[in-house]
């Protein structure tokens, strides 16, 4: 999501313009759900225009006189890449469909589109550059791009950030009623309290 500051001085807005009152920064959450979208959607098309660029070069650069792809390895991480770029299309059109019905999972599977995307589609993109072997770091081959514009959702709103406020909305809730912890604060049942 492209972040820049915008200044309204003596600025009136009317009534039905207003997106929220009062409690305002408490509601913004909802309105950065598609934009956690909006910048998965960027990485998967920048990670399929590196599959799509290196899929044509490992059909047409020879080495050790065969094609790149006809290389069991080769062929291998072509195959990673994409079922890498399917696993993100398919959260990303369930985290979609969830924002669109607001579903109460939109904001936990916004999360983990967010962190999985970027983490997917920058292997992805290393992977192109490798692929292109020491041509790939050029300038002039326009692949090493790819391993670049990634990294910029990575760093608008870190992996480790979203990671952290994920584990409680990601994990199941335990089976069952929970239990009544009947003893005292500090010990636990057959453990004896040091006297």
Not at 125 to 130: G, K, L, N, R, S
Request: proline residues 8%; aromatic residues 6%; contains cysteine.
């Amino acid at each position: 999501m492209n972040n820049g500051e915008i200044v309204f001085d003596d600025c009136r807005v009317p009534e039905d313009h207003l997106l929220a009152r009062g409690d305002a920064l408490g509601k913004a959450g909802v309105y950065f759900r598609p934009g956690k979208i909006i910048q998965a959607a960027k990485n998967l098309g920048i990670g399929i225009a590196a599959y799509q660029d290196t899929a044509v070069w490992v059909q047409q650069r020879v080495q050790g006189g065969r094609i790149l792809i006809k290389h069991q390895a080769v062929a291998l991480r072509i195959a990673a890449m994409a079922t890498k770029l399917e696993a993100v299309s398919a959260l990303l059109q369930r985290a979609a469909r969830a924002v669109d019905e607001n579903h109460p999972d939109a904001a936990r599977l916004c999360d983990m589109v967010k962190v999985f995307t970027s983490q997917e589609i920058h292997q992805v993109c290393q992977h192109a550059v490798e692929l292109h072997g020491g041509y790939g770091a050029l300038l002039e081959a326009g692949v090493e791009k790819y391993l670049r514009k990634p990294c910029t959702c990575t760093w608008t709103q870190p992996p480790t950030y979203q990671t952290s406020r994920s584990p409680k909305r990601c994990s199941p809730p335990p089976p069952g009623p929970t239990p009544a912890r009947s003893e005292s604060p500090g010990t636990r049942p057959g453990v004896r309290a040091l006297q």
